[in-house]
């Protein structure tokens, strides 16, 4: 069985985790940029992060076998906080990076006014850099924030089938395929969204244009509930062939939209040796 998360953290992981997705299947992964939970008081520490996606984060994942490629943007919490929001105006000179799949995470979290102009900003990025965009739902207010990104999107120059919107669930599922987006959905341990509710709606809804992450972060989080919605999916009677379309073919559907799709995991010292051409700083 052949994986690709989606949607997974791994700057918060450790080499365990690493070492436990090879075993499960995990081959390839996208890594988005996002809230570090610590606010950011400068540009700086979103550049160093940056960085870390474009040059570390390869590099750590190449020694188990695993393809690493990011999502880089403004996050939709600290969007709020001018002393963030000049990330916006160096954000090209980042998108322009080989391993840079899509733009993301972006999306609502407060649903403030900031978070308009971060969102229509950044979707206009991805349509200039012919990149797809992820786009986060928010967990409050979670059906009227939907259909709010909707009509962002809608209003941008990015056809709906170069988003993928995700942490959807059973309320929001409807809305977001009706849209044409790409339909992502984060699999937590215990809250919000589990591998068997996953299925129910794989049941429901079909397996086109449906992606499934583990959205692992530093939060109670599970780096292997993709492999275990796969099992599920098979109990409940999914061909195998069912499985790779919704674990990998999916996946690589959406992000292969970017042209920058390299799932042959490069020799770790080859990604080593391309940290210093990878850097985005200078
Ligand atoms: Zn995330």
Request: hydrophobic share 40%; glycine share 6%; proline share 7%.
């Amino acid at each position: 069985m052949r994986i690709f998360d989606p949607h997974i953290h791994m700057t918060s992981r450790t080499t365990d985790d690493y070492q436990a997705m090879y075993d499960a299947g995990v081959r390839a992964l996208v890594e988005p940029s996002f809230w570090l939970g610590q606010p950011r008081t400068s540009p700086a520490s979103f550049f160093d992060y940056f960085d870390a996606l474009l040059g570390w984060e390869p590099f750590r994942a190449s020694q188990y076998g695993i393809a690493h490629h990011c999502t880089l943007a403004l996050n939709p919490k600290e969007a709020n906080d001018p002393r963030c929001a000049p990330v916006l105006d160096a954000l090209p000179r980042y998108l322009v990076k080989d391993s840079v799949v899509a733009v993301g995470e972006i999306g609502y979290d407060s649903m403030t006014p900031a978070e308009d102009h971060a969102l229509a900003a950044q979707l206009q990025l991805a349509a200039d850099h012919g990149l797809p965009a992820l786009v986060h739902t928010p967990h409050r207010d979670k059906l009227a924030g939907l259909h709010r990104t909707i009509d962002v999107i809608r209003e941008s120059r990015l056809p709906p089938e170069h988003v993928l919107l995700d942490h959807l669930n059973e309320t929001t599922v409807k809305a977001a395929t009706d849209s044409g987006c790409w339909a992502g959905f984060s699999i937590y341990p215990d809250t919000k969204m589990d591998e068997d509710r996953m299925v129910t709606i794989l049941q429901n809804h079909g397996t086109e244009k449906v992606l499934i992450n583990s959205a692992a972060d530093w939060g109670k989080s599970d780096p292997l509930k993709t492999r275990k919605v796969a099992d599920a999916m098979l109990k409940a009677g999914f061909t195998e062939d069912d499985v790779d379309q919704v674990l990998w073919r999916n996946p690589v559907a959406f992000y292969g939209q970017s042209g920058r799709l390299q799932l042959d995991v490069p020799a770790p010292d080859a990604v080593h040796e391309g940290n210093s051409i990878l850097r985005g700083g200078e």
